[in-house]
């Protein structure tokens, strides 16, 4: 791997990213089809201005390399969901998640309590999983074969302020 990943390489989405989110997770090969097409309706909705949503893209070495969606949960005071995370496979372990994280969090100072992190519970998962706790999240819960038989939802929870 060549270069290092830093806070310039950090920036906001573009339409015109579109192709490569869709790559990108694509490439994780985790993801169903059903779940790329959220994706893709997430960073669309990001790029559009939607407060629901808001977007970073990281780049290495002139390409964007990874993304992250998150917004504010409906019906809280001060909770966001991290609704989605996707790094190009080839650079696992360059740092771009933890710059993705870092960066929502600084973000999301001063105006969140907690930020949610809800993924699947299948064997395949486990490195993501391991990558929020390492980050800070503190396992929650898990509800049994929520995504599919099989495949349990496990929600991740990091307290940002303990104020209301």
């Known amino acids: 791997?060549?270069?290092t990943l830093t806070l310039a390489s950090l920036r906001n989405?573009?339409?015109?990213?579109?192709?490569?989110?869709?790559e990108i997770s694509r490439a994780v090969g985790l993801f169903r089809e059903d779940e790329i097409a959220v994706a893709l309706e997430v960073f669309d909705g990001a790029v559009a201005g939607?407060?629901?949503?808001l977007a970073l893209g990281?780049?290495?070495?002139?390409?964007?390399?990874?993304?992250?969606?998150?917004g504010p949960?409906?019906?809280?005071?001060?909770?966001?969901?991290?609704?989605w995370m996707a790094v190009d496979p080839a650079l696992h372990g360059a740092g771009i998640g933890s710059a993705l994280v870092r960066a929502m969090e600084?973000?999301?100072?001063?105006?969140?309590?907690l930020i949610v992190v809800e993924t699947a519970g299948r064997p395949e998962y486990a490195p993501t999983r391991a990558f929020y706790e390492a980050r800070g999240y503190r396992f929650t819960s898990r509800?049994?074969?929520?995504?599919?038989?099989?495949?349990d939802q496990v929600v991740f929870l990091k307290v940002v302020?303990?104020?209301s």
């Open 1 to 3: 791997m060549s270069g």
């Open 13 to 22: 989405l573009t339409a015109a990213d579109r192709g490569r989110i869709e």
């Open 50 to 53: 939607s407060p629901d949503y």
């Open 58 to 70: 990281a780049e290495h070495d002139g390409r964007l390399a990874g993304w992250i969606c998150w």
């Open 73 to 83: 949960t409906p019906c809280t005071l001060g909770t966001y969901d991290l609704y």
């Open 106 to 113: 600084r973000r999301l100072a001063g105006t969140a309590r």
């Open 143 to 151: 509800i049994p074969d929520f995504y599919a038989p099989g495949d």
């Open 161 to 163: 302020s303990r104020e």
